[in-house]
């Protein structure tokens, strides 16, 4: 079974290009993160015609996530439990929810596609809320675990954190900004600690996933690792190989994230009415 994630950067924009590459690459579950539409936005058709099904949680233009399955996806759950809010409070001061986070259960496989917070700069709200916003993950990570220590489970999608030096193009370029600082990266780690690891790094040691658009980074493959697949001991007793598919930055409109992607060992229920493609 394939499983793969993608921040895509609107999906509305980018279908056709998703949906080749999911019918090309064999792919049988995707993680899409930052979607940015509503579920009445949602070009669902093209997904359809390739042979997917889709879930999504999506509330504005901004952020959003989404899976696309061509297996049967259960236990669909928009964001985990002790997820904080961000924004204007409410009468009760609470903070509004934002599409950040999916869950969906594919093969007795727990999945989460997730959009970290990016938190902007050091010092800023946002920054606050990034962090109590990963504390709260890795909170539900364990008792999750600790629930069902059996079932495989994988948090995919934009992590907004650089875990390594490596993991950008020049760190001093970095110094005094988000991604890199200290916090952010115990914060990564601290995923590791509740029994997590990262599934591709193994396979795959070096390479990005997130090139802006500005000032021609990908030409000069000025780039950041920030899209991860964090698994369970489980899950990464399955992983059979790994890949960052870097072509997907080249070509007409592409993302500014390239998808990245896992093979499992896993059984799956052949459907005889899925769409021949050639």
Not at 118 to 146: P, Q, V
Not at 154 to 178: C, H, K, R, Y
Not at 205 to 228: C, S, V
Request: with cysteine.
């Amino acid at each position: 079974m394939r499983i793969a994630t993608w921040n895509v950067n609107s999906i509305r924009a980018r279908v056709d290009r998703v949906a080749d590459w999911l019918v090309r690459e064999d792919v049988d579950v995707l993680a899409m993160q930052e979607i940015k539409c509503k579920e009445n936005q949602f070009p669902f058709e093209q997904f359809t015609a390739a042979g997917y099904e889709v879930e999504l949680h999506g509330l504005s233009q901004w952020n959003g996530v989404a899976f696309a399955s061509r297996l049967p996806m259960s236990e669909v759950t928009k964001d985990f439990e002790n997820m904080p809010g961000f924004g204007v409070a409410a009468a009760d001061g609470t903070l509004p929810l934002e599409a950040r986070a999916l869950g969906v259960t594919v093969n007795d496989v727990r999945l989460w596609s997730l959009y970290v917070p990016n938190g902007r700069e050091l010092g800023h709200a946002h920054y606050d809320y990034k962090l109590r916003w990963l504390a709260a993950l890795s909170a539900d990570t364990r008792a999750w675990i600790a629930a069902n220590p059996q079932q495989p489970l994988a948090l995919m999608g934009d992590w907004n954190v650089a875990p390594l030096d490596t993991d950008v193009w020049d760190i001093q370029a970095f110094e005094g900004s988000t991604h890199v600082s200290a916090p952010e990266r115990a914060a990564f780690n601290d995923f590791m600690d509740a029994g997590l690891s990262d599934v591709v790094r193994p396979r795959i040691p070096t390479g990005y996933t997130y090139w802006d658009y500005k000032q021609l980074r990908f030409p000069r493959n000025e780039g950041m690792r920030i899209d991860f697949i964090l698994g369970s001991q489980p899950f990464s007793d399955k992983v059979t190989n790994a890949g960052i598919d870097r072509n997907e930055r080249k070509g007409d409109a592409p993302s500014d994230h390239v998808p990245v992607w896992v093979d499992l060992d896993v059984e799956t229920e052949e459907d005889e009415d899925r769409p021949m493609f050639w």
